[in-house]
């Protein structure tokens, strides 16, 4: 059965409530990297979109007719209680979800903790070594 929530119009706390608990369990599940399909009425679940770009489109554009009970399915869905999705229609892709979920996780790790220490490395070493040449250039030929 259908929550309530999706009947209401789209501004409405309810709606706006659903759609939340939608993307806080549907992304774990399905996303690949940053982005997941999104079932918005424009993209059909045929783009791929970040996390808060799904939101905004749920929001704006409404939900594809086609994946409206998804949707709902998936906001009413506890994710730690795996086993209520191998009932529904998605199971026969939770193996796949899953180990695109842990892809998800490793990668998510990898963006926040290496990338920007390596890049401010990088940027640093950068910098000393414009200012070492700089004090070479001018202690030669300014002395
Ligand atoms: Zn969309």
């Not at 906001?75 to 199971?91: A, H, I, P, R, W």
Request: charged share 20%; with cysteine.
């Amino acid at each position: 059965m259908e929550p309530d929530w999706i009947g209401f119009p789209r501004y409405s706390k309810e709606y706006v409530r659903g759609i939340k608990a939608f993307v806080k369990n549907a992304f774990p599940l399905f996303c690949v990297g940053e982005e997941m399909k999104c079932p918005c009425k424009i993209c059909n679940n045929q783009n791929w979109h970040r996390r808060d770009v799904i939101y905004d489109h749920l929001i704006y554009q409404g939900p594809s007719l086609l994946h409206v009970q998804w949707i709902c399915e998936i906001s009413q869905t506890k994710v730690n209680n795996s086993t209520d999705f191998m009932n529904c229609e998605t199971g026969t892709e939770f193996g796949d979800n899953l180990q695109a979920m842990f892809n998800c996780t490793s990668k998510r790790f990898q963006n926040v903790e290496d990338g920007p220490n390596t890049e401010a490395k990088i940027f640093f070493r950068l910098v000393t070594t414009i200012s070492r040449l700089q004090q070479f250039f001018s202690a030669k030929f300014f002395d």
